[in-house]
C-alpha cells in the first residue's frame, strides 16, 4: 500500500511527464514546494518499490506500476471534482484542495460507483481528462486562445492555469468552460488580444490569460 505522500509523488511525476520536460528533482521538489533533498529520499524510496525508475542525474519516469498507481490518483481526483461542483455547488476554483484529500480514498468500487452517478464524465470542471477505470483518456482537440489568428473563435473548453486566483479573474469575466470566444484583434506591443465574450461583450486579455485558457477551435 502506498503512503498519502508516496501516491502524491507519483501523481506529480505523471503531470510533469505530460508537459514534456525532464523530470529532475529540482522539477519535483518546485512541483511539490517541498525541499530537493526530501525529494532525493522518497525518490529513491519509490525506486526501491518498482515504481518508478531513478538513477541520480538522469531525470525520473514512472514503471508501469507507477503509472497505473498515478492515473487512479488522478481518476479519483477528477472525479471528486465534478461530483463538487456539479452535486454541491462548490465553484470550480474551490475544488481542489478538498479532492486531494478525497482522491486517496482506496475504495475501487467506490469510485467506480461515483462515476456511474456522474454519468460517465469524460472531463472534469476544469476541462482535464478523467481517466477511466482502464487508466484510458478520452482527448480533445485544445488550442490556446493565444495562438487563434484574428477572427477565428472557439469554445473554452481547459484552463492550464488552475490556480484558485486564477479561476475566480475567469469566472468574473465569464470566461468559463462551454464559453465561446471570438478574437477580434491581437496587440504586438505586450500581445494582448481583443476577444468577444459569447456574443455579448468584448473584453481585452493579457497574454498570460490566452496562453492558459484553452478552446475547441470551431470550424468555418
Known amino acids: 500500500m502506498n503512503s498519502f505522500t508516496e501516491e502524491n509523488y507519483l501523481k506529480s511525476i505523471y503531470m510533469l511527464s505530460q508537459q514534456g520536460k525532464n523530470i529532475t528533482t529540482n522539477a519535483i521538489a518546485n512541483y511539490l514546494n517541498t ?55 462548490f465553484k470550480w476554483d474551490e475544488v481542489h484542495d478538498i479532492a486531494e484529500q478525497l482522491e486517496h480514498i482506496i475504495s475501487p468500487e467506490l469510485t467506480n460507483r461515483l462515476e456511474k452517478f456522474l454519468d460517465n464524465p469524460k472531463f472534469d470542471p476544469h476541462g482535464d481528462p478523467i481517466p477511466d477505470k482502464n487508466g484510458n483518456i478520452s482527448q480533445q482537440k485544445n488550442i490556446a486562445i493565444a495562438d487563434l489568428n484574428k477572427n477565428e473563435s472557439g469554445k473554452i473548453v481547459g484552463v492550464k492555469d488552475s490556480s484558485a486566483s486564477f479561476l475566480q479573474y475567469l469566472e468574473n469575466e465569464h470566461l468559463v468552460l462551454g464559453s465561446k470566444v471570438k478574437v477580434l484583434d491581437k496587440f504586438d506591443f505586450d500581445n494582448s488580444v481583443l476577444v468577444n465574450v459569447n456574443n455579448k461583450s468584448k473584453l481585452t486579455i493579457s497574454n498570460h490569460v490566452s496562453s492558459n485558457l484553452f478552446v475547441n477551435k470551431a470550424v468555418r
Open 35 to 89: 525541499k530537493a533533498s526530501s525529494v532525493t529520499d522518497m525518490l529513491k524510496k519509490l525506486s526501491a518499490k518498482k515504481t518508478i525508475h531513478y538513477k541520480k542525474y538522469q531525470g525520473v519516469s514512472l514503471t508501469k506500476s507507477g503509472s497505473e498507481t498515478a492515473l487512479k490518483i488522478i481518476r479519483k481526483h477528477r472525479l471528486w471534482e465534478t461530483f463538487l461542483v456539479e452535486k454541491l455547488n
